[in-house]
């Protein structure tokens, strides 16, 4: 994480350096979600990178 921005309705932006199978990802953020007292990375956003790293997860499923 290189700058996180203001918060705003629970939700949150940083920008992060991130780099995938050896290359960098060019403006690369990272989405944060308000839960309680604490920031969670949100699940959209870790369901996205399950979904770039071609993997599956319980928690990434399409509502039905």
């Known amino acids: 994480i290189t700058k996180v921005g203001e918060p705003a309705d629970a939700e949150l932006k940083a920008d992060a350096e991130v780099t995938i199978d050896g290359q960098p ?3 690369a953020s ?17 369901c996205n990178i399950v ?5 599956d ?8």
């Open 30 to 46: 990272v989405d944060f979600i308000a839960e309680g007292d604490q920031w969670k990375i949100a699940n959209k956003f870790a």
């Open 57 to 64: 997860s319980a928690a990434c499923q399409p509502d039905e």
């Open 51 to 55: 979904k770039s790293a071609q993997l």
């Open 25 to 27: 990802v060019e403006n």
